[in-house]
């Protein structure tokens, strides 16, 4: 199975919380061959745990921790690039989802899973939006509300 992670899903398997243990059956279950993640996860990821830290939910010490175990970590993934036909496809999201609440970096990440949906089988979010979307988009996308 190729599965695609957005950021919020795939803090879970980094950072214990709500969801957590949902998305490790997943894991547990199925033969996972390809982790796509979108380039912009990079950045996020380091934004959530510097949040948590400022949130005093993580100590710094574990937020660098958790950082370098990621990046320690890219090298079991395949990122998707952040070129101009990704980001073109993002402004074209906006337009089409803005109303409804999609924002820059969530355009992103949407635009990466549905530049790999001829190869993905199954798309995983924690986001409600995102899920919405994807779902809009015909993206084979996990909807649960624990995730």
Same mark, same amino acid.
């Given at each position: 199975? =190729?599965?695609?992670? /957005?950021?919020? *899903? +795939? ?24 982790? =796509? ?5 990079? =950045? $996020?990821?380091? *934004? ?9 939910? +993580?100590?710094?010490?574990? #937020? ?8 320690? /970590? ?13 980001? $073109? ?8 989802? #803005?109303?409804? #609440?999609?924002?820059?970096?969530? *355009?992103?990440?949407?635009?990466? *899973? ?6 993905? /089988?199954?798309? =995983?979010?924690? /986001?409600?939006? +995102?899920? $919405?979307?994807?779902?809009?988009? #015909? ?9």
């Amino acid at each position: 199975m =190729i599965i695609f992670l /957005d950021t919020s *899903s +795939l803090f879970k398997l980094y950072h214990k919380e709500t969801g957590t243990k949902e998305l490790e059956v997943i894991f547990d279950t199925n033969t996972i061959n390809e982790i =796509i993640l979108s380039e912009l996860t990079k =950045i $996020e990821f380091a *934004s959530t745990i510097w949040k948590k830290v400022r949130t005093k939910e +993580l100590t710094s010490e574990a #937020g660098v921790k958790t950082i370098q175990l990621f990046e320690s /970590d890219y090298s079991k993934f395949t990122f998707i690039a952040l070129n101009s036909l990704v980001i $073109e496809y993002a402004r074209n999201l906006i337009s089409t989802y #803005g109303a409804l #609440g999609l924002r820059t970096l969530d *355009s992103i990440q949407l635009a990466s *899973s549905i530049s790999t949906r001829e190869k993905v /089988d199954l798309f =995983i979010t924690a /986001d409600l939006l +995102l899920q $919405e979307l994807m779902n809009k988009e #015909g993206l084979n996308v996990l909807r649960s509300t624990t995730i």
